[in-house]
């Protein structure tokens, strides 16, 4: 599958007349926790010649595409898209600068772009992203006697960002294991959240799961303490000169 990417990816550049920067696996299989049927999500980083950027007018700045009957999904943003992002601390692209699975890098663009990302992080604005995404995960998990394996963990996830961005200065990892082990949490569930990532990597999206009282009041409180205390949490102090010198350094 690997190559199938590869070779959609080399053939996206030629289609659109544009160079990728990064092109990684977001999701399940970047995160730490896929399923032997996990799709394959992934993200891109591109650029145009300069002259595109020359206009008054904007042309899109996204592209995406459904391959092998949906089993890729490849999307992406340009580059100055992209960076208007990281000025707000866009949460899937401080996440995606991170992944651990990458099919096509520019590295000079990688490291320069993950050191702009350090400068403008704002704690306060992506800890809105993760409890959003917590509360939400949580009230399906909730409200159901069984659930999706899948959609604990994008509450369990988010929960544990939260309580990583309240307790750390650092962007919180994109990968859930980094996570775990970089905050001090009881054994009992480190152990329990690794079973039930075990048992995930070896059945279908469509199980259904039950149960993880403890787990489950572990997110609640997670997220009620977020909710009391992400507003005391500082903003970027990044300057938007970075973002714009090292805009104009890429395309150079």
């Known amino acids: 599958m690997e190559e199938k990417i590869k070779k959609y990816l080399s053939d996206l550049e030629k289609e659109k007349g544009i160079e990728i920067l990064l092109a990684c696996e977001t999701g399940s299989r970047a995160w730490g926790f896929p399923s032997p049927d996990s799709d394959f999500d992934v993200r891109v980083i591109y650029k ?16 995406e595409y459904f391959l092998e009957n949906n089993e890729i999904d490849i999307s992406g943003w340009d580059l100055r898209k ?17 992944s651990p699975i990458i099919y096509k890098v520019d590295k000079e663009f990688l490291t320069g772009i993950n050191s702009v990302a350090q400068k403008t992080y704002s704690r306060i604005a992506t800890i809105h992203h993760y ?43 994109i990968e859930f294991g980094k996570m775990l082990n970089g905050l001090d949490l ?8 690794g079973e039930l990532i075990e048992i995930k990597s070896t059945i279908s999206e469509i199980y259904r799961h039950k149960g993880e009282p ?21 903003a970027s102090i990044g300057k938007m000169t970075d973002l714009n010198d090292f805009f104009l350094k890429t395309l150079a």
Not at 222 to 227: F, S, Y
């Open 48 to 63: 145009h010649d300069k002259d595109w950027y020359l206009s008054l007018t904007e042309e899109k700045d996204t592209i």
């Open 82 to 98: 992209s960076l208007r992002l990281l000025a707000k601390s866009n949460p899937p692209l401080l996440e995606r600068i991170q």
């Open 131 to 173: 409890l959003s995404m917590a509360k939400k995960a949580f009230e399906e998990v909730t409200n159901t006697e069984e659930y999706k394996l899948k959609k604990f963990f994008y509450a369990l996830r988010a929960s544990v960002a939260c309580l990583w961005i309240l307790e750390k200065e650092e962007i919180p990892p």
């Open 186 to 193: 009881p054994a009992n569930l480190k152990t329990r959240i």
């Open 214 to 234: 403890v787990l489950i009041e572990f997110m609640k409180a997670c997220i009620e303490r977020a909710e009391n205390e992400s507003q005391s949490l500082p």
